[in-house]
């Protein structure tokens, strides 16, 4: 057997099929489900060069990517990730967002999963990594105040049964997505892995999802995958602010897809925080300038420190929202009302110590706490 021929013809038949990808996209033509499954897991194994690479993202950026390109994308993703099965007996949620709106809020969505996971009724698997478009990303946070980002998947399944609460930190789960990341970082640009990040927790039994989107033209795409996630309930979430998570700036336009008697419906529907009786805020209130500046502030919510009322009702309407994902409860006002109780109780904080001192340096903690 002639096994330089093989490697030889794989080789070309490889080639082959790349020049095939680039050139339909460039044809501005969408591919299948198959084909990007194929590039994208190609990729993930190594086997790309970063040329091709580059030609790729660019290619299906700029002809705009489809529902199938998502879907085979993600397919993709979950077939090369590690994977975690908590056991813990409650609906396990995940908040993510896409990130890209540019406008460097604080660490809204992790101060929010913190403080749904404080009150009883929900488990949160909080899925993120390093900033790309922000100031300060969930794991920006947890690694400054102690957690360590490389424990192992067995942890955090752990963490997630025993506090109620885990951060699945991106890279760990997904080692082939580093093959990537040199020209994704070199081009600048958000490409089809930031909009299916979120799409992409490694735990196989989420209940539900909340997933921000800053780009609308999302909330028509990812509602018809969240059948394929196989979540009983999710909220894709717009803020006509631009952020992607609920606003209390703005109003809202939220996608509720759910699981009812076999089948999936949807609806969309318009959240205003004024009808909750929540003050309106303005955006510069809940801006940062600063990685440190966003760490200390979400920590000063999720401690209870009330310096600024606009940072505590915007992470409180988007705790409420978790609860409710996890039919916890029926409305986002009974779900205000628990969370502000938890987060008057010192639950949130509690929690963020229990975590940092099982799976971490909790001596970084005590450091952060004292610039409060």
Known sequence: MNTNNQSSNSFAQHQNQNHHILKKLSEKKNLTIREVFDVVS????????????????????????????????????????????PSVNLPIIDNCGTGGDSLNTFNI?????????????????????RSSSSLSGSADFFEYLGYDLDIEPNLIAQSID?????????????????????VRKELGLRTIFNKVGPLCNPCTNL?????????????????????????????????HDGMDELSNSSKNTVVCVSLQDGGYSSNKIIIDPADFGMPKSTLN??????????????????????SNKSREHIVLLNSAAILLVGNTVDSFKDGLSIVKQSLDDGGPQK??????NRYGDISKLDEAEKLL
């Open 162 to 182: 025993i506090l109620g609460f885990g951060f699945i930190f991106a890279p760990k789960f997904n080692p082939g997505l580093k093959n990537a990341s040199k």
């Open 207 to 239: 209940y539900g999802q909340i997933i921000g989107v800053s780009d609308p033209s999302l909330l028509d795409i990812i509602p018809q995958v969240i059948p394929i996630l196989g979540l009983k309930n999710a909220m894709i979430v717009y803020s």
């Open 351 to 356: 929690k963020l110590r229990d975590l940092i």
């Open 285 to 306: 209130e809940l801006v940062v300038k600063n990685k440190l500046q966003s760490i200390m502030e979400t920590m000063r919510v999720i401690y209870g420190i009330k």
């Open 42 to 85: 190609d990729l993930l194994d190594g086997n790309c060069s970063d040329i091709f690479i580059s030609a790729f993202l660019m290619t299906l950026l700029l002809k705009g990517e489809n529902l199938n390109e998502i879907i085979g994308t993600v397919k993709a993703i979950q077939s090369k990730s590690m994977k975690i099965s």
């Open 109 to 129: 969505s992790t101060a929010s999963a913190l403080v749904a996971s404080s009150c009883s009724g929900v488990a949160v698997a909080k899925h993120g990594n």
